[in-house]
């Protein structure tokens, strides 16, 4: 138990009070407001007097009073501490609620506390080598040197980067040089990085529409101005974003599933969107969080591998590969902006931490890191078909699941009867999450569904168990 400091106490009051006095009141005004709580540690009465400037046995009064009231006890060599079965006069007023709409994330957008079945944008956690991790960990902790513990590169560590590098050109078709490849600590930290580099306020941007809730936030927080842009089965209408507005600066899209409904963007609207992109000189920012979960073929090239002109950015993420604890992302730069961006990041708050940096490189560089992603591919075909049977057992016609190439969710179709909105909110308040679709869209659509998750249901029993499960629900 770590002992408070006399700084976390009520400061002493002014007055004719005796020192003692004022010590006595300064603990028993903590332990009724609950800063102090039973079982807590105190400090010794010779470091608390050294600290506060006043005699021992000044100190050693006021503890004999406290204890003698109830309020502490001495436990010996292991110190003295708040009385364990104690309760406070004054219990602290609970803490305010906190939203599971974050502010900052968008209309809409819920972030579930815990672990929940469907929950979206968790990989399967009871599958990740957690042993071999810990061994690399502690392998890297073994050999840390003075330098490790200095400030990291801000644009990553360059083993990270030339293995990120090395990664993405035979997985994905990107060619690029470690100095184009920037490690984030996340989603929101690569676009603040590309929208502080590329952009500025008043910048038109379109965006999918329906479309990942917090990209929107994340323009509006930078004075962008979002613009919708409807998708149909061959992704992203380019047509339709020329005609709402053809002038844009960027565009921030979903290519290899489209982020929520997971159709792939066709050939022809890939290169009508790098021709418009070329001619307007704007800027594609490509999204692949999931690319390398495709079902149906081999995983899609990314759109960043046809861009001849330098016009896209490509944003990954390792924390959906594979935990999201680890809080690693990547942007791969045109090569011309490198070093715009390297100045950038310089300026950039915040960071990725060196030594988790150092695990996943050699993660990595051992090759686990490309034998985890084809487990992962295997087990999640695998899950997927079990959670769509199961459901469908439970459900029948109630929900209808839409066949999709890859992704690691489902969109599960309601009938015109079912709000998702309402159905979802019953299914958080019985400890399950499901995204639902309407709050995914920025223009008004009738387009009711739920986004489930399947990565971590491990059984088409368990699948069909919380299927029944929601069924109670719609007929509630």
């Known amino acids: 138990m770590i002992s408070p400091q006399p700084q976390d106490l009520p400061a002493l009051p002014s007055g004719a009070d005796p020192l003692y006095r004022q010590v006595y009141e300064r603990f028993r005004g903590a332990i009724a407001q609950g800063t102090l709580k039973p079982g807590d540690r105190i400090p010794s009465a010779r470091a608390l007097a050294k600290e506060m400037g006043v005699a021992r046995g000044t100190v050693e009064v006021a503890y004999s009073l406290l204890a003698s009231e109830g309020y502490i006890q001495a436990r010996g060599q292991a110190g003295t501490v ?30 579930p506390s815990g672990l929940r079945p469907f929950q979206m ?3 399967a956690l009871d599958e990740f080598p957690r042993k071999l991790w ?12 003075s330098a490790d513990l200095a400030y990291p590169p801000s644009g990553g560590l360059p083993a990270l980067r030339s293995a990120t ?4 050109q035979v997985a994905r078709g990107i060619h690029c040089q470690p100095s184009q490849v920037f490690i984030t600590s996340g989603y929101n930290s690569t676009m603040g990085l590309i929208l502080q580099t590329l952009f500025e306020a008043g910048d038109q941007v379109w965006m999918e529409d329906p479309g990942y809730p917090p990209t929107r936030a994340l323009l509006e927080q930078a004075r962008l101005e979002p613009v919708p842009v409807p998708v149909d089965q061959d992704g992203i209408m380019v047509g339709a974003g020329i005609e709402r507005a053809g002038r844009a600066r960027g ?3 979903t290519p290899a599933h489209q982020s929520p409904l997971s159709m792939s963007l066709s050939l022809p609207r890939r290169q009508a969107l790098l021709d418009w992109a070329e001619r307007c000189g704007a800027w594609i920012v490509e999204d692949d969080y999931d690319g390398e979960y495709r079902y149906v073929g081999r995983p899609l090239p990314a759109l960043k591998s046809l861009d001849t002109q330098g016009r896209v950015l490509y944003a990954g993420t390792f924390s959906k590969v594979l935990f999201p604890g680890l809080r690693l992302a990547y942007l791969v730069v045109p090569e011309a902006q490198a070093g715009r961006f390297a100045q950038s990041a310089r300026l950039q708050a915040g960071g990725a931490p060196g030594l988790t940096q150092a695990i996943l490189s050699a993660f990595m560089a051992e090759g686990h890191f490309g034998r985890h992603i084809q487990r992962m591919r295997k087990l999640y ?6 959670t769509v049977a199961g459901l469908n057992a439970a459900l029948g016609q109630r929900l209808r699941i839409e066949p999709q190439p890859g992704g690691m969710h489902l969109v599960a179709r309601l009938d015109d009867r079912q709000g998702d909105v309402a159905l979802a909110g019953r299914m958080e308040e019985q400890g399950m999450y499901a995204g639902a679709l309407s709050r995914w869209c920025a223009m008004p659509q009738q387009q009711s569904a739920l986004l489930l998750s399947f990565t971590n249901i491990a059984t088409q029993a368990q699948a069909r168990e919380l299927g029944l499960r929601i069924l109670q629900l719609m007929q509630a």
């Open 82 to 111: 708040v009385a364990p079965d104690l309760q406070p006069a004054h219990a602290p007023p609970p803490a305010a609620a906190v939203s599971a709409e974050a502010p900052g994330d968008g209309p809409g957008w819920r972030e």
């Open 121 to 123: 944008g968790l990989p």
């Open 134 to 145: 810990a061994r690399l960990g502690a392998r890297q902790l073994r050999s840390l040197q």
């Open 165 to 168: 590098a090395a990664y993405l």
């Open 251 to 253: 565009a921030v899209v």
């Open 381 to 386: 075909a695998e899950r997927r078909a079990a």
